[in-house]
């Protein structure tokens, strides 16, 4: 092969390797959870969660305090249905170490 078609050759199979991995490959799957905002006030913690996508989605808000002696609480899980929004609320006695969602498929 002269050395122009060998050229030719590989940009060739180079182009139709990069179009062909770029046709196949899947998109990730976009997550499908509420999006929720927790704020901390001393001992308070509230969050709000707004879903906007197609489908349920179970919300719960844990809260870890920040002394041995103060069990951490959890509120009850909520269904956050498409295009609703949803406000959760739970405290310690004397503060708050971290709070954070789970979420669930509703």
Known sequence: M????RRAAVLLFATLALLGTTAIAPAPPTPREAECHTRLHGSHAVTHCFNGNA??????????CVHWWDPGMDTAPVTVGPARHVVLAQRCWLGIRRAWVTHAPG
């Open 2 to 5: 002269s050395p122009p078609i």
């Open 55 to 64: 489908t349920p989605d179970r919300v719960q808000l844990h809260v870890e």
